[in-house]
Nanobody, 122 residues
Framework: QVQLVESGGGLVQGGDSLRLSCAAS????????MGWFRQAPGKAREFVAR???????YYADSVKGRFTISRDNVKNTVYLQMNSLKPEDTAVYYC????????????????WGKGTLVTVSS
């Protein structure tokens, strides 16, 4: 069983930066693939980024070049560094963990966090 707790959300202005953290419980964190998704009001959940257990990364086109996902296997934490934030980045951001791979569609993901709200004002 893995529990995921997101933090770092808040209200920022367009162009600002924010770093989200996702702390994971459990002793097997390093073996899990991790990812971030987001859901804006009235919209479907959307893939943001993922990082494999070996450190390989993949991003949605909408955030490529602005967001960076990373992980610290000592701290059992995955991060999402968000730069040049835009109002359209406003959403609840969810952390995800999977023992194999975080699918872009989110299907079959083993564990989800409860989310942290990011609001970007114009």
């Amino acid at each position: 069983q893995v529990q995921l707790v997101e933090s770092g959300g808040g209200l920022v202005q367009g162009g600002d930066s924010l770093r989200l953290s996702c702390a994971a419980s459990g002793r097997t964190f390093s073996s899990y693939a991790m990812g971030w998704f987001r859901q804006a009001p009235g919209k479907a959940r959307e893939f943001v980024a993922r990082i494999s257990s070996s450190g390989g990364t993949y991003y949605a086109d909408s955030v490529k070049g602005r967001f960076t996902i990373s992980r610290d296997n000592v701290k059992n934490t995955v991060y999402l560094q968000m730069n040049s934030l835009k109002p359209e980045d406003t959403a609840v951001y969810y952390c995800a963990a999977d023992s194999v791979r975080v699918a872009v569609g989110g299907a079959g993901v083993d564990y989800w966090g409860k989310g942290t709200l990011v609001t970007v004002s114009s």
